[in-house]
């Protein structure tokens, strides 16, 4: 039979648990996401400077 104290040292290793995957996962968006907006927009100046020498 589980004891309360077995029960609530469960409970807390899954909450610490999420809350590390929580950091690592947000960790991975905070250096993943400015470099994926960042590349975006040197994509898109590059089609714009294109289109402007073509027309030219």
Known sequence: MVN???????IQFV???????????GSYWFVYAP???EN????????ENSSKT???
Do not use: C, H, P, Y
């Open 35 to 37: 470099v994926k907006r």
């Open 4 to 10: 309360i104290n077995q029960t609530t040292e469960v």
């Open 15 to 25: 909450l610490a648990l999420i809350f590390l995957i929580g950091i690592l996962a």
């Open 40 to 47: 975006d927009e040197r994509i898109r100046n590059e089609r």
């Open 54 to 56: 073509q027309s030219r």
